[in-house]
Every structure is written in C-alpha cells, then in structure tokens.
Nanobody, 125 residues
Framework: QVRLVESGGGSAQAGGSLRLSCVAS????????VGWYRQVPGKEREGVAR??????????TWYADSVKGRFTISHNARNTVYLQMNSLKAEDTAMYFC????????????????WGQGTQVTVSS
C-alpha cells in the first residue's frame, strides 16, 4: 500500500523560503510522475509542479507560470520528492498536496492514483 506523506509546511514571511517533502512510504520510484498541487478553501485545486522520475533520472519537469523561477521540484531517486519554494508571496498560501501516478504514468497528462493528506503553507506579507 503506497502512502504519501507531506511535510515541511509552516509559516513564512513574504520573500522567505520553505522546503516541502513528499515521502512515498512503502514505494520506490521507478517510472512515475509526482506532482505538487495546492488548494485554497473555496477555490479549485491548482497544479504547481510535476516531475517524472524514470530509472532514478529526472526526465521531465513542469511548473505553473505563477511559480516559475521561484519554486524548484527535485527528487532523491528513491522515494522522496521535494519542492523548494523561494521568494514566497502571500498568494502562495494554501494547503499543498503531493500526488503520484502508478509506474508507467506520464507527466504531460498525468492520472494520479495516490494523494497525500497535505501540508499547510502560510505566507504573511
């Protein structure tokens, strides 16, 4: 049973940084897409970044326009994906979720089979 656990959320000042982690418990990445999403109450869930890990190598990354140049997605080639968030803005405040496709899933139009419970990020201006 794959379980995704996010951590690293918290409070930060505008302009500050946070690093989120997503650990896939009981699983080792093989050819998967992992995505970070965020959601604010009353709004639709928004894609933030995605990364495709195949054979331990990064083969594809994607970022939402709103975070390009500020956020970086990476992985440890085993079971953890990170989201480094720099130059944070108040509008980055949201619950952040990670998601994982089954092995062989693509990242251009991913279908995520597993979701974490989320970690809250609050940025004050």
């Amino acid at each position: 049973q794959v379980r995704l656990v996010e951590s690293g959320g918290g409070s930060a000042q505008a302009g500050g940084s946070l690093r989120l982690s997503c650990v896939a418990s009981g699983y080792t990445f093989s050819s998967n897409c992992v995505g970070w999403y965020r959601q604010v109450p009353g709004k639709e869930r928004e894609g933030v970044a995605r990364i495709y890990v195949g054979g331990g190598v990064t083969r594809y990354t994607w970022y939402a326009d709103s975070v390009k140049g500020r956020f970086t997605i990476s992985h440890n080639a085993r079971n953890t994906v990170y989201l480094q968030m720099n130059s944070l803005k108040a509008e980055d405040t949201a619950m952040y979720f990670c998601a994982l496709t089954r092995a062989g899933g693509n990242c251009q139009e991913p279908v995520f089979d597993y979701w974490g419970q989320g970690t809250q990020v609050t940025v004050s201006s």
